[in-house]
Each structure stands twice: as C-alpha cells, then as structure tokens.
C-alpha cells in the first residue's frame, strides 16, 4: 500500500486496514464524528450482548436490575420460580417507564407509579385499575414485552436483537479461560459498583485498556501495577469477538500497601479477558475479587464507566482486596481516565489525522496488536 501521511486528515471515512504494522490507526473521526457514533449505536450496541450482572444477585424472588441501552430499557427480574426474565421497562398502558432505580427487591409485583398498572415477577399484568369496564380489553394481550436473556459464565447478559448469535457461540473458548484463573466464579456476590462520567468516546477507553505500551511510560500507578507483574511475560492474545491479556505474578510479600500474609485470592496473575465490544472482567494480583469494567457509550465524546466488585459469597474480604478496589477507585483509574481525556482532546487536532500502530513482535508485552484487532471489528461492524 502507498505511504501515509499522518498529518492529512482522511478524505472520507473510510479505513484501509489491510496492513496493521505499517498501515495508519483508525482515523481520528471515528472517535467523534456523530455520524459514525450513530451507526455504532445501531449496527454495535442494538445487536450486542450487555452486561447485567452475576446471576447471585438474582438469588431471591423480587430481585431485579435494570439496564439502560440508549433510550431503551430493560429489567431483568427474579420469579416465584426463581426464573430470570428480562423485559422492556416499560408500562404497556401509556409508556410510562416501570422501575427507575439500577437494581434493588420488589414483593410480588412491578407496579407503574403513574397509574398502578402492575405486572408479576414473569411478566404477566396481574391488575390495571377500572380495566374492568372497558370493552374487548384483556389483560393477556397487556404483558411486559420479553428481552433475550442469556447466562454464560455465571453473568446475566441481555440483548435487544432476537437474531443475535449466542454468547458461547461468539465467544467460544472464553468461559474455560475465565475458569482457569477464577475458581469462585459461581459463588461471587456484588460488594461495590462505581460509576464514572468520562468525557471521551467508549473506544478510546477500550484501546486504552488492552495495550501494555504506556504501562511503565505513563504514569505512576501503572508502573506500580507492572511492578507486581513478570511484565516481560505479559500476553496479548486476540480470538476473533474475544480476548485476554495476562500478566503472570512475581515473588510479592505485599501489594496495593498491604502484607499479603494470610490474604487469599482468585489468582496471583493480572488476568483479563474481553468480550466484544465493551465488556472486561478482571482479577487484579492477589486480589480474592472478580472484576467488571464496562465501557457504556453516551455520546460520541461520552462515556459511563462502571465499576463492578464481586467477592467470594461467606468470605470475608482481605484488607488487600479492599485495598486494591480503593487504589483502582482512587488512583489507577484516574490515571487512566486523564489519559482517556486528554487523548479525546488531541484527536481533534488538525495536526493529527491517522497514527501508527506498534506492532512488536519481537516485544509483544507491549505491542499494540490487540488496540488493532479491537479496531478492526469495530470498524468491520458499521462498514462491512
């Protein structure tokens, strides 16, 4: 292919991505241009899977979440059963949005705070005042409208696309990877969630969080972070909608300030892995804690970053993995979100355009292959 000129802006928003180690990034505009911002929303996030959360938070009848994709809605809820549902949160009368808090305990109903229409746990309408003297009205044709709900790995997932491929289909392999290096990962509840305004595009936030280039080049913390990891031995590895990125351990007696003397923990590893397009789970090293990172686009140049913390259910947590959930909290992730701004800001610049990838494989810990392969799919699922 011809030689690029990073200082010329693309001419249309198109990508040439056929040679990642020579070839340019992905043009700046796709990072904030509205036009491509809405065919994400509508060929990316109407047609992915969506993080709700782990099915023990759905452990008692009444127990809901609800997840917001853009506009829509959706409560996941708990029968009497102890089935879970996902429906559209929304009151079949005159649209009225039916649960308006994130998560929380209903008795046997989902009842619309603006005319008492109330449906059960399975979504039938159980009762709509003063229906009875309505003509040719029935309460079977009024049900809640139903999600596809999916449960893979112990995590509820929803979509809004019935065609959508199943999760163990499109990410075949990764459940016995998260397996190998999270032993409780059944047997986890919800300790903390976090959510966090960061004013730049969902990818940015991504590409940011599966390169280990700016690891010991940055900031502070992330060399704290590498100093807890055999960094040479640090794996970038792509599978097609998924990845992993792992760190093996070193010879620690502390971490995130704390001896780790009679601490337990999932793995001693910096273990990740990556469904597309923008769900992470986590264990950071010697932390007894599974975590969730979920980049929710808001805008073009917007973003929710939410936070999940699972621990191990009848174990107390270690003073180190509370430690480490206030240093993700309070240090690592604020490092990571300034970067994440300050990059928005620079891809707006005219001297800017398209960058250069590196590709190393001759130092693949920190190679930026796996920003290339994100990219990729990214740019395969609105373009092609």
Same mark, same amino acid.
């Given at each position: 292919?011809?030689?690029?000129?990073?200082?010329?802006p693309p001419?249309?928003?198109?990508?040439d991505?056929?040679?990642?180690?020579?070839?340019? /990034?992905?043009?700046?505009?796709?990072?904030y241009d509205p036009?491509?911002f809405?065919?994400?929303?509508e060929?990316i996030f109407?047609?992915?899977?969506?993080?709700?959360?782990?099915?023990?938070e759905?452990? @008692?009848?009444?127990?809901?979440?609800?997840?917001?994709?853009?506009?829509q809605s959706?409560?996941?809820?708990?029968?009497?059963?102890?089935?879970?549902?996902a429906?559209?949160n929304?009151?079949?009368?005159?649209?009225?949005?039916?649960?308006?808090e994130?998560?929380?305990k209903?008795?046997?109903v989902?009842?619309?705070p603006?005319?008492?229409w109330?449906?059960n746990?399975?979504?039938g309408l159980r009762a709509?005042p003063r #229906?009875?003297?309505l003509?040719?009205?029935?309460k079977?044709?009024?049900s809640?409208?139903?999600?596809?709900l999916?449960?893979?790995?112990?995590?509820?997932?929803?979509?809004?696309?019935?065609?959508a491929p199943?999760i163990? $289909?499109m990410?075949?392999?990764?459940?016995?990877?998260?397996r190998?290096?999270?032993?409780?990962?059944d047997?986890v509840e919800?300790?903390e969630? /976090?959510?966090?305004?960061?004013?730049?595009?969902?990818?940015?936030?991504?590409?940011?969080s599966?390169?280990?280039?700016?690891?010991?080049?940055s900031?502070p913390?992330?060399k704290?972070?590498?100093?807890?990891?055999?960094?040479?031995?640090?794996?970038?590895?792509?599978h097609?909608?998924?990845?992993t990125y792992?760190g093996?351990?070193t010879?620690?007696?502390?971490?995130?300030?704390?001896?780790?003397?009679?601490?337990t923990w999932?793995?001693?590893?910096?273990?990740?892995i990556?469904?597309f397009?923008?769900?992470?789970?986590?264990?950071?090293?010697?932390?007894d804690?599974?975590? #969730?990172?979920?980049m929710?686009?808001?805008?073009? @140049?917007?973003?929710?970053?939410?936070?999940?913390?699972y621990?191990?259910?009848g174990r @107390?947590v270690?003073?180190?993995?509370?430690?480490a959930?206030?240093w993700m909290n309070? $240090?690592?992730?604020? @490092?990571?979100?300034?970067?994440?701004?300050?990059?928005?800001?620079?891809?707006?610049?005219?001297?800017?355009?398209?960058?250069? &990838?590196l590709?190393d494989e001759?130092?693949?810990?920190?190679?930026e292959h796996?920003?290339?392969?994100?990219?990729k799919l990214c &740019?395969?699922?609105?373009?092609?």
């Amino acid at each position: 292919m011809g030689k690029f000129d990073p200082l010329q802006p693309p001419a249309s928003l198109t990508w040439d991505y056929s040679d990642p180690v020579n070839g340019p /990034t992905l043009p700046a505009p796709f990072f904030y241009d509205p036009q491509i911002f809405a065919e994400e929303k509508e060929r990316i996030f109407m047609r992915c899977w969506h993080l709700v959360g782990h099915v023990n938070e759905f452990s @008692e009848p009444g127990s809901y979440v609800v997840q917001d994709i853009f506009e829509q809605s959706v409560v996941v809820t708990t029968a009497k059963d102890g089935n879970i549902h996902a429906w559209h949160n929304v009151c079949r009368h005159r649209g009225n949005r039916l649960m308006n808090e994130r998560r929380g305990k209903v008795g046997g109903v989902l009842r619309c705070p603006y005319h008492s229409w109330c449906y059960n746990l399975d979504g039938g309408l159980r009762a709509a005042p003063r #229906t009875e003297h309505l003509d040719n009205f029935s309460k079977e044709d009024h049900s809640l409208r139903k999600v596809r709900l999916e449960i893979f790995a112990g995590w509820v997932f929803v979509t809004l696309d019935p065609n959508a491929p199943p999760i163990s $289909e499109m990410c075949d392999g990764a459940e016995e990877k998260m397996r190998e290096y999270l032993p409780d990962l059944d047997n986890v509840e919800l300790v903390e969630e /976090t959510d966090v305004i960061v004013n730049a595009n969902w990818k940015v936030i991504q590409e940011n969080s599966i390169e280990g280039y700016h690891f010991d080049l940055s900031g502070p913390v992330h060399k704290d972070l590498a100093a807890l990891i055999d960094f040479q031995n640090y794996t970038l590895t792509a599978h097609d909608d998924w990845w992993t990125y792992i760190g093996p351990p070193t010879e620690a007696t502390e971490a995130y300030g704390k001896p780790l003397e009679g601490a337990t923990w999932q793995t001693d590893s910096f273990f990740n892995i990556g469904l597309f397009p923008n769900t992470t789970f986590y264990s950071f090293p010697y932390t007894d804690m599974i975590g #969730t990172f979920i980049m929710i686009p808001l805008g073009p @140049e917007k973003s929710l970053l939410r936070f999940g913390y699972y621990a191990p259910k009848g174990r @107390e947590v270690p003073e180190v993995t509370k430690a480490a959930i206030e240093w993700m909290n309070k $240090e690592l992730g604020p @490092e990571d979100i300034e970067l994440n701004e300050t990059n928005q800001k620079g891809l707006h610049s005219m001297g800017f355009g398209q960058g250069r &990838y590196l590709i190393d494989e001759s130092r693949p810990n920190q190679s930026e292959h796996l920003v290339y392969h994100f990219h990729k799919l990214c &740019y395969q699922a609105i373009k092609e």
